[in-house]
């Protein structure tokens, strides 16, 4: 495991309402990801960062922000939560081995948007 | 653009039988990554197994492998004598060199039937 945490493992939210989530890693991986997925849908990159305060959109960012001030840190924010943000979300780590790129996986935070 | 197709929704196979699961992708890089993730009911999202583009020999991790057939553009994933505890949904994904970032399927349930 490459020990990432994702808080809070569930949250139940309203519409309209500022929401962060946060992952934390302990393995000084340089590439950080977070995703969302939906039925039918897979999973879908938000945003991604490189390393400290560099990040980039992935396909789904309209509506979510991130920053990244420590290399443990990635927090993904949803300035105003719309039901349609209602996921699973993923935080995901990434590292260049010697068998190639590798990427591992929080747990998940289930959030839920009334 | 990239991308990943996993053309079976759900597949139900007999305990002890062996099982393809199909992926194929579409990408412009010469150099790329595909991946296979495992997600049980509990919901994390498990590593199986990696094929670099450039690799000859097809990539094998245990009971998995990968039957990697680049002109066609397809990685299907191969599982032998499977268990219960397969049973779970399953993504292919890629990468390609430089982006760092995955690009998933749709996913495929497998049922394996005692």
């Known amino acids: 495991d490459a020990g990432i945490t994702q808080s809070p493992r569930h949250k139940v939210t309203e519409t309209g309402t500022p929401v962060t989530l946060r992952c934390h890693q302990t393995?000084?991986?340089?590439?950080m990801y977070w995703y969302r997925q939906d039925p039918g849908h897979g999973l879908r990159l938000i945003h991604y960062s490189y390393g400290v305060k560099d990040t980039d959109k992935g396909e789904v960012s309209d509506g979510y922000s991130v920053s990244r001030s420590k290399t443990e840190d990635f927090l993904l924010t949803l300035e105003s939560a719309t039901s349609s943000q209602t996921s699973v979300y993923f935080c995901a780590t990434g590292v260049s081995g010697t068998s190639g790129y590798e990427q591992f996986f929080g747990p998940g935070t289930r959030l839920t948007v009334l | 653009a990239q991308k990943i197709t996993q053309t079976q929704p759900g597949m139900f196979v007999q305990e002890k039988e062996a099982v393809t699961l199909d992926c194929t992708y579409d990408?412009?890089?010469?150099?790329?990554?595909l991946f296979w993730y495992k997600q049980p009911s509990s919901g994390e999202m498990i590593f199986l197994i990696y094929q670099g583009s450039y690799d000859e020999q097809n990539a094998t991790e245990g009971r998995y492998s990968l039957n990697f057939q680049k002109a066609r553009k397809s990685a299907n994933l191969v599982i032998s004598a499977s268990q219960l505890g397969d049973s779970a949904m399953y993504f292919c994904?890629?990468?390609?060199?430089?982006?760092?970032?995955?690009?998933f399927g749709q996913g495929t349930r497998l049922t394996i039937n005692p």
């Open positions: 990408t412009s890089d010469q150099s790329y990554g």
């Open positions: 393995e000084n991986h340089r590439y």
């Open positions: 994904a890629m990468s390609s060199q430089g982006a760092q970032k995955l690009v």
